[in-house]
């Protein structure tokens, strides 16, 4: 590329570098960051450093320990580092959050010549006198750490510090990612089901009409993903225009369900979607020289065999194309499924977007993310490898 090429692409690689590049490298370095428990609590940790939980036999926790800790409270909670260190100490240890935040009231409001030992813990909660809640404050001493990502993946660090597979009612991860693929994979599917048909209209009707044709395929551009939702829910719910029609005619007795489920969201994402898999068969379609087909059927070829034989490989890389398309955006929805899906048909998406903004679990939002790129990416390679590389020439 030339020095004017250069120049020109630099703002456009400058404006990518700085507001997508760094922002979301950002976002997913905090699946390994530990930063909270080290800034809130340095003479805890210093006091727990030669202490090994997981060490032969049991170790007594250090004498030193709970006076450093009781300081590390106090100075926490007038900094305003107590809650975050509070919040991720949670994740590990069960109710331990406002167990933390009432010891450092206790604590701060202990009158001078107070011994801050054992006991003294034991007496506000057992569980900060124990040798489970230091290990876990332990493990999280940072800078870096696996917690995020094993979890994102239902697995855990037990006492020991070896890694194992969470307890049953955490397992939710690997099911919902499952869930995701599926539901990504059905959408896929309905699209090129519902818009080769279309594609190849297109390409045999007059270009006047293709025109028409292509400006209702383009229509749903024109509308909000949130109305259009909105209006899914209002035409599947029981006394919606699908229900009304199918009772009038008397094809059911009473009301389907069709809305908050898995029905609703397939139905919803497929008419989201379609366009994306119409026009990139479209563009692939109308470059298949008619000539082929015919001289298929002049050798003797039946229109059936002549169709699968010749027209359907041509096909290949526009279905390659349109069906990566679909399913890596069907990867990351999340308004639909919220609207008209129910509780089991919520998808990865969903628990990335109620992590970082209503629970401000940061860390296992940056997890799951990573874990739906990582997806994504394999998806992408096993994709490419298999077509022979048209998907990416294509893309």
Same mark, same amino acid.
């Given at each position: 590329?030339?020095?004017?090429?250069?120049?020109?692409?630099?703002?456009?690689?400058?404006?990518?570098?700085?507001?997508?590049?760094?922002?979301?490298?950002?976002?997913?370095?905090?699946?390994?960051?530990?930063?909270? =428990?080290?800034? !809130?609590?340095?003479?805890?940790?210093?006091?727990?450093?030669?202490?090994? !939980?997981?060490?032969?036999?049991?170790?007594?926790?250090?004498?030193?320990?709970?006076?450093?800790?009781?300081?590390?409270?106090?100075?926490?909670?007038?900094?305003?580092?107590?809650?975050?260190?509070?919040?991720?100490?949670?994740?590990?240890?069960?109710?331990?959050?406002?167990?933390?935040?009432?010891?450092?009231?206790?604590?701060?409001?202990?009158? !001078?010549?107070?011994?801050?030992?054992?006991?003294?813990?034991?007496?506000?909660?057992?569980?900060?006198?124990?040798?489970?809640?230091?290990?876990?404050?332990?493990?999280?001493?940072?800078?870096?750490?696996?917690?995020?990502?094993?979890?994102?993946?239902?697995?855990?660090?037990?006492?020991?510090?070896?890694?194992?597979?969470?307890?049953?009612? +955490?397992?939710?991860?690997?099911?919902?990612?499952?869930?995701?693929?599926?539901?990504?994979?059905?959408?896929?599917?309905?699209?090129?089901?519902?818009?080769?048909? =279309?594609?190849?209209?297109?390409?045999?009707?007059?270009?006047?009409?293709?025109?028409?044709?292509?400006?209702? =395929?383009?229509?749903?551009?024109?509308?909000?993903?949130?109305?259009?939702?909105?209006?899914?829910?209002?035409?599947?719910?029981?006394?919606?225009?699908?229900?009304?029609?199918?009772?009038?005619?008397?094809?059911?007795?009473?009301?389907?369900?069709?809305?908050?489920?898995?029905?609703?969201?397939?139905?919803?994402?497929? +008419?989201?979607?379609?366009?994306?898999?119409?026009?990139?068969?479209?563009?692939?379609?109308?470059?298949?020289?008619?000539?082929?087909?015919?001289?298929?059927?002049?050798?003797?070829?039946?229109?059936?065999?002549?169709?699968?034989?010749?027209?359907?490989?041509?096909?290949?890389?526009?279905?390659?194309?349109?069906?990566?398309?679909?399913?890596?955006?069907?990867?990351?929805?999340?308004?639909?499924?919220?609207?008209?899906?129910?509780?089991?048909?919520?998808?990865?998406?969903?628990?990335?977007?109620?992590?970082?903004?209503?629970?401000?679990?940061?860390?296992?939002?940056?997890?799951?993310?990573?874990?739906?790129?990582?997806?994504?990416?394999?998806?992408?390679?096993?994709? +490419?490898?298999?077509?022979?590389?048209?998907?990416?020439?294509?893309?």
């Amino acid at each position: 590329m030339s020095r004017r090429g250069l120049a020109l692409a630099a703002p456009l690689a400058g404006f990518l570098l700085v507001f997508f590049v760094v922002p979301i490298g950002w976002l997913l370095s905090l699946a390994l960051r530990e930063a909270e =428990v080290a800034r !809130a609590l340095p003479r805890t940790l210093s006091a727990l450093a030669g202490w090994q !939980a997981d060490g032969p036999g049991p170790q007594p926790l250090p004498a030193p320990l709970f006076a450093a800790f009781a300081q590390d409270l106090v100075e926490a909670r007038a900094a305003s580092t107590l809650a975050d260190a509070a919040r991720r100490l949670n994740y590990e240890v069960g109710g331990v959050r406002s167990t933390l935040m009432r010891a450092a009231r206790t604590v701060q409001s202990a009158p !001078a010549g107070t011994v801050f030992d054992a006991a003294y813990f034991d007496a506000i909660d057992p569980t900060l006198a124990g040798a489970p809640f230091f290990a876990a404050v332990q493990r999280a001493r940072g800078p870096v750490s696996a917690y995020y990502l094993l979890a994102s993946v239902d697995l855990v660090r037990d006492a020991g510090g070896q890694i194992a597979r969470a307890a049953d009612g +955490h397992r939710i991860y690997l099911e919902v990612l499952g869930r995701t693929l599926a539901i990504s994979l059905s959408v896929t599917l309905l699209c090129v089901a519902m818009g080769f048909p =279309v594609a190849l209209l297109l390409t045999q009707v007059r270009d006047k009409t293709a025109d028409w044709l292509l400006v209702l =395929v383009l229509l749903p551009f024109w509308t909000s993903l949130l109305v259009r939702t909105a209006a899914w829910v209002v035409v599947l719910q029981k006394e919606g225009m699908v229900n009304s029609l199918l009772l009038k005619i008397g094809a059911i007795t009473e009301p389907l369900t069709l809305i908050y489920n898995r029905t609703g969201v397939l139905v919803a994402m497929t +008419h989201v979607l379609l366009p994306f898999m119409i026009l990139p068969l479209y563009t692939v379609l109308k470059d298949i020289p008619p000539q082929y087909m015919r001289a298929a059927t002049s050798l003797g070829a039946a229109p059936a065999t002549a169709f699968v034989r010749v027209f359907l490989p041509l096909a290949a890389p526009g279905v390659a194309a349109g069906s990566l398309m679909v399913f890596i955006l069907a990867l990351g929805y999340y308004i639909t499924p919220a609207l008209v899906g129910g509780g089991s048909d919520q998808m990865l998406s969903y628990f990335v977007a109620t992590y970082t903004t209503d629970t401000g679990n940061w860390g296992l939002a940056a997890a799951l993310g990573l874990l739906m790129l990582v997806t994504t990416a394999l998806l992408y390679a096993a994709a +490419h490898r298999l077509s022979g590389g048209r998907v990416m020439a294509m893309g």
